[in-house]
């Protein structure tokens, strides 16, 4: 972690070290595949490990807290072909983003997603993928690391990893206006890692495109006098 976060966050980041999981989109790709298979297979045991904060919080199944990666039909995909591409991208990113963190920061920063969306539906008592969200929070972090990054969507639709992330806040945003109350303060809950990590990085980057903006527009009218 560079210049680009605050002294606070990359202390706090050096002193929590220890907390460190290399390869570990390895290890939650690995462990949707199998939770992929297990389902496709028709293995009821994977559906007992949902995350349900219901079950939790009244039948005290207490081992829902542990959800598997990609077990979710609803946002993983079910053609075998796209489910492919899904694991590949996702492990792409893990390691891109570890490449440039190092393991011990990406691995905090996906515990402390799991926990946030984990407390947030837990307090809020909102049935969700939980692991939607916390790959929403990694995917958000690669584009704003890498905004340049050229990915090819399916090995033939070029595409930069900003328009990526620019597609998944503006969608993230209308979802926020148009949804109610409770899953307003979920989505924060939700997000709370990817802000607390990058909120201060996009707030003085919008404010010197602003400062810049404005000085480019005194500028050009400075010319015609």
Request: proline share 5%; aromatic share 20%.
């Amino acid at each position: 972690m560079d210049h680009r976060f605050p002294q606070w966050l990359r202390t706090c980041v050096r002193k929590l070290s220890f907390v460190d999981l290399p390869n570990l989109g390895m290890v939650v790709c690995g462990l949707g595949i199998m939770a992929y298979f297990a389902q496709a297979s028709g293995f009821s045991a994977v559906e007992s490990f949902s995350f349900d904060p219901v079950a939790i919080r009244e039948q005290g199944e207490w081992w829902r807290l542990f959800a598997f990666p990609m077990s979710d039909p609803s946002s993983t995909p079910s053609n075998p072909l796209f489910f492919f591409f899904f694991v590949l991208y996702t492990y792409f990113v893990f390691q891109s983003i570890e490449a440039q963190w190092g393991s011990a920061p990406l691995t905090l920063f996906v515990g402390l997603s799991y926990l946030s969306v984990m407390i947030g539906a837990l307090v809020l008592g909102y049935q969700t993928n939980l692991w939607h969200y916390v790959l929403l929070n990694v995917s958000l972090v690669f584009g704003t690391l890498f905004p340049n990054f050229e990915l090819l969507l399916f090995f033939i639709l070029p595409v930069k990893a900003k328009w990526l992330t620019l597609l998944s806040g503006a969608v993230l945003i209308f979802e926020f206006l148009k949804g109610g109350n409770q899953y307003k303060l979920f989505l924060l809950f939700a997000l709370f890692p990817y802000l607390l990590f990058f909120g201060p990085f996009l707030f003085g980057e919008l404010r010197t495109k602003i400062k810049i903006a404005k000085n480019r527009k005194n500028f050009d009218k400075d010319m015609w006098r």
